[in-house]
């Protein structure tokens, strides 16, 4: 690497960017996208164009700007928050020396494939620009998996700053380094001081919040730099942040209670230093991978994370020999150092390691890092020779077992951790300072982080946190209770009441509907579907009764199915303690799908009585297109009696052999089985089908002349346990191979 590639130079005319703005200037007010094109045309150094507060709408700004180093051009809100951007609406930028500021896009979509964009033609760049203080929130197309870039970076020498990029819900990166062309090469861009806020699981492939660079382009040098940003709860996918470039630097970033990792995929020569990773023990919550050559990791804090294997604290993976770029490259002069990992759960070696990922890490270093943890006391994992890894001066608290071939390069101490000022779990000071780590605070803090106007609000609205309702028994009062109601309300129905539904009721925001303790209500339909959650509902039902004897004789009955269009906004679905009865009038009537392009965070059916359906009771197998998209992220089914079932209790699909997310996630326990699964068209002859299932866990269970569950393990390394389960009169559990876990299984 040359010395170039290995140092920070930045230009003078870049750090004049940096400061405030030209106070000799001639600015323009324009109030409609005419006015602004009109100002473009005749822009001049030292120029600056407002836009007037409002709302526009549908308008695609094309800014092109040549200033000079001391004569920047300004693009700016007329009141910072207060011009807002919707509809189909997007910013594309050229030139050199220029600032835009303001802004707030909101509510929208871009009618291309990139939001904000540093270029405005294939050969019209920015350089030496910087965007701040702007705002995206919700600016997300209406097809989840439509994918589009909400920032995209070209050129030389820009910055972003200050910015804030909240609610992503579509495929696609919210900000991406491009290196697709010299032009964009080497081009020591600053990402610094962003708020990244809450991204939604997207099920998907595609989820990154952060991305430097393609595997295409992955050897070429981009030298960015992204520091002081927080990443609050971006949970995509299980790369929050992908480095697919060379030469870059992380450092001084904060990531918060966030399913993924830092994942250096592609590129070489990556420093990643002093960050603050926190999970706060949420799930899947993940540190830092590394892939590659010459990658740097140092004086990280990894607290309270617990990912496994690709999403642990600290890992290192196999290589694929000669690999291709989009795969993976051998660990080549790894240095891992003076980490601190508190009550985090796995530590992983050669992670990945199997038939094409044989190239083992060499000439890597794991040195004075300091691991303390009791949640797990196994929390080391080698996967395949670490021979070419050398562990020396870490300290490890005594509880901990340490595999016998790495053992002498750890040092055991007593747990002592405590909690700081900030809320940090923090070793004893004396081990601190063994690893010469430093204080141990937040580089950033969440309210230093982003557009200094813009409120951090959350956005999700929970169940019963609004105002309830009582519904009379009769006809089409839950429809018109529902018409009146407002997020987080709940609908309280008449013990033994009967409620008949004559046209779709629309779940259009999160609401309960229930009974007091009693005796169930009745509720009937005479429409082809009961409830129908739309984009931005989710529901929560409890103690009631769904009978089908008012249901049309239409093939593909339900009694709670999603949108029929694609929805961007996850849902959740609980249900307890229900009744369900006689979903007969066909051969195909199930009590819940899920169509495609809706995906759930979580669906539960909890102590409930399920009696003669001719269909399903769950259909979570319409993602077909086997690029690793399914329909629900955590699905628990418990305590429950499934009686005269013909289809599956649960079918639940995830195909193609995609590694980059973490579901879905099944738990099913402590419930009764008697004659499901056994209905003559039927297709896959089980009573519960788990097809591309992440992480499956199947306990005290009975089934009673049923078909047999049915398993099919492919991408990823999915967990899959089967224990203290009874089957009379059943099949064996059919699978395509061995790679699961059995304990207690009895067959009668």
């Known amino acids: 690497m040359s010395e170039i590639g290995k140092s920070r130079f930045y230009p003078l005319a870049l750090l004049l960017v940096f400061l405030s703005f030209s106070p000799m200037s001639s600015a323009k007010l324009v109030k409609t996208i005419a006015q602004f094109d009109k100002a473009v045309e005749t822009l001049k150094p030292g120029d600056e164009i407002v836009l007037a507060n409002g709302v526009w709408r ?32 997007n910013l594309s930028l050229s030139g050199e020396y220029f600032v835009v500021s303001g802004l707030v896009f909101k509510d929208g979509y871009t009618p291309t494939g990139e939001v904000i964009s540093f270029r405005t033609s294939n050969n019209d760049l920015a350089n030496n620009a910087r965007v701040t203080n702007t705002v995206i929130d919700n600016f997300s197309h209406p097809e989840r998996h439509l994918a589009d870039l909400w920032v995209a970076i070209y050129g030389k020498n820009n910055r972003f700053d200050h910015n804030s990029l909240v609610n992503k819900r579509n495929r696609g990166v919210t900000l991406a380094v491009r290196l697709n062309t010299e032009a964009s090469e080497e081009n020591n861009h600053i990402i610094e001081y962003n708020y990244f806020g809450p991204r939604q699981i997207l099920g998907a492939n595609g989820g990154e919040t952060l991305r430097v660079g393609t595997s295409h382009f992955s050897t070429k040098y981009s030298n960015t730099l992204i520091q002081y940003n927080f990443f609050d709860r971006v949970n995509g996918e299980h790369e929050i942040i992908s480095n697919k470039s060379s030469g870059n630097v992380y450092r001084g970033n904060v990531i918060f209670e966030s399913q993924g990792t830092l994942t250096m995929r592609h590129g070489h020569h990556t420093t990643v230093e002093g960050n603050y990773i926190i999970g706060n023990r949420k799930p899947n919550t993940g540190g830092i991978r590394i892939i590659n050559e010459y990658q740097t990791v140092k004086n990280n804090y990894l607290s309270g994370l617990t990912g496994h294997r690709f999403r642990g604290a600290l890992v290192i993976m196999n290589g694929v ?14 240095v891992m150092e003076n980490n601190i990992v508190v009550d985090s759960d796995f530590i992983n070696f050669g992670a990945g390691s199997d038939e094409e990922r044989t190239a083992t890490p060499i000439d890597s270093s794991f040195r004075n890092n300091l691991i303390m943890g009791k949640d797990n006391l196994d929390p080391i994992t080698l996967y395949d020779d670490v021979s070419g890894i050398a562990f020396e001066g870490n300290i490890i608290n005594s509880e901990v077992n340490i595999p016998a071939t790495i053992k002498d390069g750890f040092i055991n101490s007593e747990y002592k951790v405590s909690d700081n000022k900030q809320g940090l779990r ?34 999700n609205i929970a169940f019963h946190s609004g105002k309830t309702i009582a519904v009379d028994a009769g006809t089409d009062t839950i429809l018109a209770a ?12 008449e013990n033994g009441g009967e409620y008949l539904l004559t046209k779709l009721a629309s779940i259009k925001h999160p609401i309960t509907i229930i009974a007091k303790s009693g005796k169930k209500p009745i509720i009937r339909s005479q429409k082809p579907s009961f409830l129908v959650i739309e984009n931005g509902g ?34 959740s679905l609980s249900v307890r303690n229900i009744k369900v009865t006689d979903l007969d009038i066909n051969g195909y009537f199930d009590f819940f799908k899920a169509t ?18 001719t269909g399903a009771v769950l259909v979570l197998d319409k993602e077909t297109d086997d690029i690793g998209v399914y329909s629900v992220e955590n699905l628990t089914i418990a305590g429950n009696t499934f009686t005269d079932i013909k289809a599956e209790i649960a079918n639940v699909y995830r195909g193609g052999f995609d590694e980059s997310t973490f579901g879905p996630m099944v738990t099913v326990t402590n419930n009764t089985f008697t004659n499901t699964g056994k209905g003559s068209t039927h297709k896959s002859a089980s009573s519960m089908y788990f097809h591309g299932v992440q992480n499956l866990h199947v306990s005290n269970s009975t089934w009673i002349d049923s078909a047999p569950l049915k398993l099919h393990l492919s991408n990823g390394e999915p967990i899959t346990v089967i224990e203290d389960v009874l089957m009379k009169n059943t099949g064996k559990i059919r699978a395509n191979n061995n790679d699961y876990e059995t304990r207690n299984i009895k067959y009668q």
Do not use: C, H
């Open 538 to 571: 989710a529901l929560e039902i409890e103690n009631l009764w769904f009978d089908g004897a008012e249901s049309p004789d239409y093939k593909g009955n339900n009694i709670i199915r999603t949108s029929g269009y694609a929805m961007n906004i996850n849902y």
């Open 482 to 493: 529902l018409n009146q109601s407002e997020p987080g309300d709940t609908l309280i129905l």
């Open 321 to 334: 020999p000669n690999s291709s770029p989009n795969r993976y490259n051998q660990a080549i002069e790894a």
């Open 426 to 459: 923090v070793p004893e000071q004396s081990l601190v300072d063994k690893i010469a780590f430093g204080e141990i605070k937040l580089p950033i803090s969440k309210a230093q982080a982003g557009a200094n106007y813009y409120k951090k609000d959350e956005s």
């Open 58 to 89: 549908d308008v695609e700004l094309v800014f092109k700007a040549k200033g000079l180093p001391e004569k920047l051009i300004e693009l700016k809100a007329q009141t910072p928050g207060k011009v807002i951007i919707t509809g189909q609406s």
């Open 596 to 613: 495609p392009g809706t995906f759930a965070d979580y669906i539960e059916i909890i102590d409930s009585e399920i009696t003669n359906i």
